[in-house]
């Protein structure tokens, strides 16, 4: 497993790509080249260009997205600093750690976005109030 730890927050982990004269195959496996055991997969799609999804942080979930068709951007932030990323590549994920607050925006018609997260849903988990999420990250 190769995360590539940017002085950013953006980290991301390259996977494999298995190409043949058939085409493409991509394959995840908990705890090898994703960095937990899988408890819950979820995608997002249909989301119009001018939508802003996602707008909260986790307490304890860590998540991995994967772009699997067409594109959109994340911003990533740690209650300090804020980053962005195009995710437009099948063959890379972008690791959401938790009490990172995250934004998905300018999603393609065509965007298909993953989430490989390491537990189960569960609403208790969830940050949505950004002033909550700053209080929380700044230990105040
Ligand atoms: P929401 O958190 O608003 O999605 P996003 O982060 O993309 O903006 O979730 C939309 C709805 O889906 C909300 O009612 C909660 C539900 N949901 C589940 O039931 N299971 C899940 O794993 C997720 C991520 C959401």
């Given at each position: 497993?190769?995360?590539?730890?940017?002085?950013t927050?953006?980290k991301t982990i390259?996977?494999r790509?298995?190409?043949?004269e058939?085409?493409?195959?991509?394959?995840?496996?908990?705890?090898?080249?994703?960095p937990f055991?899988?408890q819950?997969v979820?995608?997002?799609?249909g989301?119009?260009?001018?939508i802003?999804?996602?707008?909260?942080?986790?307490?304890a979930?860590?998540?991995?997205a994967v772009c699997?068709?067409?594109?959109?951007?994340f911003?990533?932030d740690?209650g300090k600093n804020?980053?962005?990323?195009?995710?437009?590549?099948?063959?890379?994920?972008?690791?959401i750690?938790?009490?990172?607050w995250?934004?998905?925006y300018?999603?393609?018609?065509?965007c298909i976005?993953?989430?490989?997260a390491s537990?189960?849903?569960?609403?208790?988990?969830y940050?949505?109030?950004y002033?909550e999420?700053?209080r929380?990250?700044?230990g105040k």
């Open positions: 497993m190769s995360i590539i730890d940017t002085p927050l953006i390259e996977f790509e298995i190409g043949d058939r085409g493409w195959l991509v394959a995840l496996e908990g705890n090898i080249n994703i055991t899988m819950r979820y995608y997002i799609y989301t119009q260009s001018h802003r999804r996602g707008l909260h942080a986790h307490h979930v860590h998540q991995i699997l068709a067409g594109e959109c951007k911003l990533l740690d804020k980053n962005t990323i195009l995710l437009n590549s099948r063959g890379l994920g972008l690791v750690d938790p009490m990172i995250h934004e998905m300018e999603f393609s018609s065509d976005l993953m989430v490989l537990d189960y849903y569960d609403e208790a988990d940050i949505r109030n002033a999420f700053l929380l990250a700044n």
